[in-house]
T-cell receptor, first 113, second 113 residues
Framework: NAGVTQTPKFRVLKTGQSMTLLCAQDMNHEYMYWYRQDPGMGLRLIHYSVGEGTTAKGEVPDGYNVSRLKKQNFLLGLESAAPSQTSVYFC????????????FGQGTRLTVV | GESVGLHLPTLSVQEGDNSIINCAYSNSASDYFIWYKQESGKGPQFIIDIRSNMDKRQGQRVTVLLNKTVKHLSLQIAATQPGDSAVYFCAENISGGYNKLIFGAGTRLAVHP
């Protein structure tokens, strides 16, 4: 059982480049989340999805876009990367809104130079 | 804005002692509170949760206490072991429409032999 898988694990981008982070879960979860984690700070919610075809903004959505075309996948896009987006990105999923146990991926370390 | 915060950024304990990690929250609408453990290089891992209508819940070596009067949450770890060394996050599940998990900044627990 793979759980939540994030691709890639590491990436270095130049300012202005674009990229997409992929999150895949094999637990048939409805809810999926994208968080960023910066040194000395907790996880901040970027965007989330409550089901296939739906997305919603979190705490820090600016500069990011997401898509949930398939239930098992949640994509996070950076259209024009900025150094301020250097961070570790975590994807998570949970079964329903009432479930509090969110399962996290291993993270993607992104550096924007 | 709504936030979840922690009192102590770093906690050092001796192996075998009990650990207490504290957290303050500000959103009265939260229906669940959750503790996560994050080891270096890994994603957060669920430890234990507690509903807002409870004041105590026990797991294996862990106990979570909730004081809604002062909006305070704590995680007690009994007989702390070196494997407990990690960063611990409290999070609140904000219901109403879409559920969101909002995390605090984290407390690093260092267990010394």
């Amino acid at each position: 059982n793979a759980g939540v898988t994030q691709t890639p694990k590491f990436r270095v981008l130049k300012t202005g480049q674009s990229m997409t982070l992929l999150c895949a879960q094999d637990m048939n979860h409805e809810y999926m989340y994208w968080y960023r984690q910066d040194p000395g700070m907790g996880l901040r919610l970027i965007h989330y999805s409550v089901g296939e075809g739906t997305t919603a903004k979190g705490e820090v959505p600016d500069g990011y876009n997401v898509s949930r075309l398939k239930k098992q996948n949640f994509l996070l896009g950076l259209e024009s990367a900025a150094p301020s987006q250097t961070s570790v990105y975590f994807c998570a999923s949970s079964s329903t809104g009432a479930s509090t146990e969110a399962f996290f991926g291993q993270g993607t370390r992104l550096t924007v130079v | 804005g709504e936030s979840v915060g922690l009192h102590l950024p770093t906690l050092s304990v001796q192996e075998g002692d009990n650990s207490i990690i504290n957290c303050a929250y500000s959103n009265s609408a939260s229906d669940y509170f959750i503790w996560y453990k994050q080891e270096s290089g890994k994603g957060p891992q669920f430890i234990i949760d507690i509903r807002s209508n409870m004041d105590k819940r026990q797991g294996q070596r862990v106990t979570v206490l909730l004081n809604k009067t002062v909006k305070h949450l704590s995680l007690q770890i009994a007989a702390t072991q070196p494997g407990d060394s990690a960063v611990y996050f409290c999070a609140e599940n904000i219901s109403g429409g879409y559920n969101k998990l909002i995390f605090g900044a984290g407390t690093r627990l260092a267990v010394h032999p």
